[in-house]
């Protein structure tokens, strides 16, 4: 157990192997804010931990060589947050996006920290929104769109736009 002040301000208090961060340990902000408490493996986040950012977003999940790997939920300052799977330190596979009230905002595919594939999302009052194929982050491909639970446009989209 050991204490290390760093020429940036940053302020490491855990655990130690070798000279690295090893084992459980908390990394504070100059301002004495945490920045990250959880497990580090040879200097990097790696196993369980918690990262705060400045603006009050932060990140509860599984690292693996200091990115986010595994289950993981990411709580936005405004509310919003996003439960599921990260790769390489962005969301990946089917994952959902809330609301600050709690109900669905989005569900369903993620590719490289965007909606890609199969999903739907839905008004923050819970009522389906879209329900279709998504292209980073765009609706593409096949999809309804709906409004108060009224198919209003079933056809193509390409790159957000209906297809004409």
């Given at each position: ?161 209906k297809a004409q």
């Amino acid at each position: 157990m050991g204490i290390l002040t760093y020429a940036n301000g940053l302020r490491y208090m855990g655990n130690w192997y070798d000279g690295n961060r090893h084992g459980q340990g908390t990394m504070f902000q100059a301002n004495g804010n945490k920045y990250y408490e959880g497990e580090w493996r040879h200097g990097m986040r790696h196993g369980k931990g918690i990262f705060y950012w400045p603006n009050g977003d932060r990140f509860e999940g599984n690292w693996f060589n200091d990115l986010r790997e595994g289950f993981g939920i990411y709580y936005m300052a405004n509310g919003e947050r996003y439960e599921g799977p990260w790769q390489n330190g962005q969301c990946q596979g089917v994952g959902t996006c809330y609301w600050p009230n709690g109900n669905v905002m989005y569900h369903g595919e993620w590719k490289n920290g965007t909606m890609h594939g199969k999903g739907k999302s839905y008004n923050s009052d819970g009522s389906l929104l879209y329900d279709g194929e998504w292209k980073e982050g765009l609706r593409h491909g096949r999809g309804t769109e709906y409004n108060m639970g009224v198919v209003i446009y079933e056809g193509e989209w390409k790159n957000g736009l209906k297809a004409q």
